[in-house]
């Protein structure tokens, strides 16, 4: 494997070596750029992330699966550094570029000549009012940890494009801590790449401190950080943040709370469209829990997952989840564990469905007691069930009711009464609803 690209190297004496191959080619396609007369662009696919460089006019595109979009002009249109080079040709040859809002030209920033190029772009555009931070195609090396600023932008060229490697491994990758908090910042299009290895790292994206407002993550790839890939703290509460795809490789979070940790009590309206998550347990030798809320309130459209995925949400505390598909297709567990949705307290909870590929479980859900408010659940709305592989098995049935509801805060699960097992000698309350006959209480 390729130490930029991760291109890949069939095992040795494997059969299926041309797969791995095709893989590398596809791949290329995007990574190389094309070179050609503008009038020659439409002989071209324009396959997503691809780039091509017009050699008579100069304009210079990027693909997005039906057509060529033009970035800019190498020498006119893009603004100018100073020297007559404009941001585009600054990028395609290697530069992070700031953009400041009451600059009159863009700023380069050499990542040969620092070891921070990145924040020191950061730093630029800060000065200047705010603005966006451009990175350039391939790997730019940052010590981290990478501190936003309100008003500004960190923008790569696409995920496979643009990617900055993290270097200090003790180091978190983006950090909001400043003592002011942080608002209005955006992150997209680029891989966060941690420092990986055998031993624990920072994390990928850290709030502590302060409160972080109005955060905007557009598409990023997180890969090789052995810890949580997004953790807020206790007492820090981000709000109004959006999130539309964060895609997840090689991180090992098996002895955290989860790749994603939710530790305080309070942050309202967090939004996260795709989260698609594939850990590794090659450090810690656990599974990893992929999504844990103590607080504040999260919102996740599609939760889907591989690698040594353990459960897939724990809910505690007061936190407040939906959830709209969980796709669970473990491949690589130590061990089984004993539910993929734990749901413990009394926060309330919604989850679409679950489906499951792969993997074992004892129970899809567990409804149980959250020793951290000392409360048993209440106000959980379980969606249905589906095994889609003959991998999927679950040892025990649908749902484990491990503590009593409470009637007053009753739950509903959208399925039979035959799903349901009581683990629990506390008596019946009937809090428990199966859906399937009607609101039969349990």
Sequence with gaps: MTDNHQYETPPSGTLEWDQPLNRNFERIDTDV??????????????????????????????????????????????????????????????????????NSAPQSVDPADTSTPVQDALDIVAAAGGGEVRLPAGVVEETGPIRPYEETQIVGLGVELSKIAIT???????????????????????????????????VAIHHTNRDTQDLYVGRLVLWGWNNSVYRVDEGVGPFQCRHDQLTIYECDAGDQDGLFEFRSWYGPANWFGTIAAYPSATVSGQNTTVFFSRGGTQTVDYLTMGGSAGVAIEQTWDSVVEFGNVHWEPTTNPTNPSAIVRLLGHGTAAIDSVKHVTGVADYVYELGYDSYNARGPGRKILGPYIELGAEADITNTVVNLAYPVDPAQPSLYQGSPDDVTVTHSEGSTGGLRALGTAGTGF
């Design 168 to 202: 200090d491994p003790d180091a978190d990758g983006i950090l909001f801590d400043r003592d002011s908090g942080v608002s209005r910042v955006k992150l997209d299009g680029f891989a966060l790449n941690g420092p990986a290895g055998g031993q624990p790292t920072g």
């Design 33 to 102: 750029e094309i070179r050609d007369t503008d009038a020659n662009r439409t002989n071209y696919v324009p396959k997503v992330d691809a780039k091509f460089l017009a050699t008579d006019t100069g304009n210079v595109y990027l693909g997005d699966g039906s057509s060529w979009s033009q970035l800019g002009t190498i020498g006119a249109g893009g603004g100018s550094s100073g020297d007559g080079s404009s941001v585009a040709s600054l990028v395609l040859a290697g530069y992070v570029v700031a953009l400041g809002r009451n």
